[in-house]
Nanobody
Framework: EVQLVESGGGLVQAGGSLRLSCAAS????????IGWFRQAPGKERQFVGG????????LLEDSVKGRFAISRDNAQNTVYLQLNSLKPEDTGVYYC???????????????????WGQGTQVTVSS
């Protein structure tokens, strides 16, 4: 059974930090790029960033560059999203997703992804 399980969300004050984890099982992890998405209340799901199969490449959306970082540990089948200098507008449910992809490919569109986690809530208070 394929599973992606996010953890690490919570309530934090503006300027604070969180580290989200995405633990995967049930598929060949290093054949898949991993993306992070978030959805704020009443808004469309938004791509935050992603990492390629073997972490050769990663990318982050402009709104989070310099504040967020993505890393991946294929030995542990886990991807991390480090959230620093959090702002209230970072509030939302954060999802990780997996897509079977080429070595350096990181799709940005949600419909391209094969598997999704259940999400973890991040709330940033002002």
């Amino acid at each position: 059974e394929v599973q992606l399980v996010e953890s690490g969300g919570g309530l934090v004050q503006a300027g604070g930090s969180l580290r989200l984890s995405c633990a995967a099982s049930g598929f060949t992890f290093d054949d898949y790029a991993i993306g992070w998405f978030r959805q704020a209340p009443g808004k469309e799901r938004q791509f935050v960033g992603g990492v390629s199969r073997r972490a050769d490449t990663s990318l982050l959306e402009d709104s989070v560059k310099g504040r967020f970082a993505i890393s991946r540990d294929n030995a542990q089948n886990t991807v991390y999203l480090q959230l620093n200098s959090l702002k209230p507008e970072d509030t939302g449910v954060y999802y990780c997703a997996a897509v079977r992809a080429g070595p350096w490919n990181i799709p940005r569109l949600g419909h391209e992804y094969d598997y999704w986690g259940q999400g973890t809530q991040v709330t940033v208070s002002s």
